[in-house]
């Protein structure tokens, strides 16, 4: 059997399962959508948020890139956020890193994997802002962590300065924005206690999300 054929077979199963214990359940979504979540991640094939969360579908709208990063010239997920919090009327933000994210280990080798080392350069801007954390580490292995947790920190920052967000704080929207790492080897996320849901406590829960790591010089 073609792979293709077999994922088809997959694919048929899953909706007859889910009709025999929902029958309504897909002529209910095919209606619309009411998402509470966006998640943005990683593609890394082990970090699929609906299993990770146990959602079913419907319940979050998802957006993943190399390494969760959040650059305010990408129309791509600018898009994603402007739709989600407009049209979606989404209540949480989750950046949502991993542990052992191929992308940030890429840029502390230096490796080079061709046209994707271009997008990873904003992670390697996250490298040289926080520096001085770095040289202080011994292990490769913890190095690796600690830029997984530091990527998330700066992407979230990067969320609430875009002007659909401030927009939305702007006209009282409820909205709050959160930084969390998952870990590949036990299943868990982990809040990086960045949570945010206005300009005035932005500054205040980077600098305290910073501290949480053991670096005090933190600033915008
Ligand atoms: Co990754």
Redesign the pocket.
Known sequence: MRELDELLERNRRWAESVKATQPDFFKQLSKQQHPKYLWIG???SR?PANQILGLAPGEIFVHRN???VVVHADLNCLSVLQFAIDVLKVEHIMLV??YG????RAVLDGARHGLVDNWLRHVGDVLQKHRDAFDIIDTTSMKHARLCELNVIEQVVNICQTTIVQDAWDRGQKLEVHGLVYSLFDGRLRDLGISTHSHVTLAETYVQSLARLGITRGSF
Request: hydrophobic content about 30%.
């Open positions: 990683c593609s890394d970090v190399v390494a969760n890193g991993h994210c191929g992308g940030v």
